[in-house]
């Protein structure tokens, strides 16, 4: 009895450090990450560096082109994708079609969400820039991003909203409120924090993407910044893209300041999210 | 006679102050290769025309052809002549355009520094070594007197202009080739690839390798090693190559294009050599102005 009460404790050991230290390791990945980034690029930090258009010169190549950009480009995607997004995880959780185009959908949701990036690329420059006469606009950019995103969004909605427990929808009912004020008043509140755990997920993919951007016709150089939805614009990762690949190596330097940029921007996007979604959990209190 | 400078200075005034006044929108895409040129371009052209708005994309020459002649830009950077596909494509969508030489380019055939036996090869060389089917693993096998080890071969993606250009030139027809090498988009992967690795061959555009000559050393071809003068005269022989704008002639009717190329031609000498390309020569980019 006893012995097998020490063997069980050995595993429990045993799982806890395996634990730690996967966790310890990827953190570590991170860091060094982070560091040798860091280290490289933080010599080219600088106000200008923020503030000039780019250049041939790698002492006066700026990011600012990029920065306005990627901002416009998500906020655009964020304010087409949420909605859509959370409404559609809404419908096919609460008001659930039963049969056959149930299941159809929900397998091509899911599927989307696997198609490779690229492939949304091409959707976008026949639909929007070709079809819709978006020409390569950040309206075309941020549809297309939306896209594929929006999957993402789905799924991870359906799996907060799913988790709200029946207890609160039967509550609501049993008062009288009807379907809308159940959903809106209730479910919607409770599953926020995890619905928008998915939201920040899907929009830090999105800020990293270019693929799509290259197909649809985004920019690399481009010397002022957007000023309505349909301005060609030019984004933060095809900025560090085109320094990493040119010759002289002093613009991979550049690069390494670009990705510190890039990473401060989606930081504190997920930091404004964070926030929102602590709101959010501590307002609802299960 | 002070009256006469009054005039002048005037015009002059009259004409920057209509360059700084002009409005309008120059799209440009293509190239990779070319990308740096037209963008130091753009740069200078800024400071005159501040209206005027120039963006310039990269999705390589053929996606560059594919909205070209469909008449989405207007102007195509292009490291290679235009095929006879998108010819059609043009002639469908009725878009008239003229062809720009604007630098050379010589692609470069790279080994490692420690490298000491072939530092000259000849272009049956190259051609028994890369050509389609090649059974070439060897140094010994290319030359008797060089080592009995295994050649490490690197190149750039099939889809690039430079691959194009030096299979055509090479092997005779553009894409014929081997295929057994180690293919990178990306030519800072192929630099780094050559520079650590003594058994190391490749090839890449003169830009890559002027930038890197203290890690790789460039293989002279039938004698001649490329340098800016034998790319220049056409000794290099036979990988330099023109590279080029395509401008649509339509487009070129607006003031604000007609004003960016005709800038391009007048400063492309300077800029050229700037971003480690090789300027032709005064006459020649005097010439490019009677293609409209």
Known sequence: MIDKFKSRKRTEKIFRAACFGLTFFSVLILVVLLFHITMTG?????????????????HKAGIKAGIWGTIWLISITACISIPIGVLSALFLEEYKIRGKLG?????????????????????????????????????????????????VIIVSSREAIKAVPDAIRFGAYALGASKYQVVFGHVLPIALPGILTGVILALSRAIGETAPLIIIGALTYISYTPESVMDEFTVLPLQIYNWASRPNEEFHYLAAGGIIVLLAVMMSMNFIAVMIRQRASKKVKL | MKNVFLIISLM????????????????????????????????EFRAEYPRVRVNIGVSGTGGGFKKFTTGEIDINNASRSIKDKEIEKAKENKIDYAIIAVAYDGITV?????????????KNDLRRLWDAGSKI???????????????????????????????KAINGKSGKCRFDFMKSEDDNVLVSGVAGDIDAIGFFGY????????????VAIDGVAPDMKTINNGNYKPLSRPIFIYVNK???????????????INKASSLVSEVGYVPLTDELYKEQFKKF
């Not at chain 2, 009259?14 to 037209?38: C, E, L, N, Q, R």
């Not at chain 2, 830009?207 to 460039?218: G, I, P, R, S, V």
């Open chain 1, 42 to 58: 933080h010599k080219y930090l600088s106000w200008e560096f923020l503030t000039n258009w780019p250049s041939r010169f790698p």
């Open chain 1, 103 to 151: 299941k159809v959908i929900e397998i091509n949701v899911a599927n989307l969400a696997g198609v490779p990036s690229i492939v949304y690329g091409l959707l976008g420059l026949t639909i929007f820039v070709r079809y819709c006469g978006f020409d390569r606009s950040l309206l075309s950019g941020a549809m297309t991003l939306s896209l594929l995103i929006m999957p």
């Open chain 2, 12 to 43: 002059l005034a009259v004409d920057s102050f209509a360059a700084s006044k002009m409005k309008g929108k120059v799209s440009i895409d293509g190239s990779s290769t070319v990308f740096p040129i037209t963008e130091a371009v753009a740069e």
């Open chain 2, 110 to 122: 790279v080994i490692n520094n420690k490298n000491t036996w072939a530092k000259n090869m000849t």
């Open chain 2, 137 to 167: 693993k060897t140094w010994k096998q290319l030359n008797p007197a060089w080592p009995d080890r295994k050649i490490k071969l690197y190149g750039p993606g099939t889809d690039s202009g430079t691959f194009d250009y030096f299979t």
């Open chain 2, 207 to 218: 830009a890559y390798y002027k930038e890197n000559k203290t890690k790789l050393q460039a």
């Open chain 2, 250 to 264: 339509a487009s070129y009717k607006r003031a604000e294009v007609k004003a960016f190329v005709d800038f391009y």
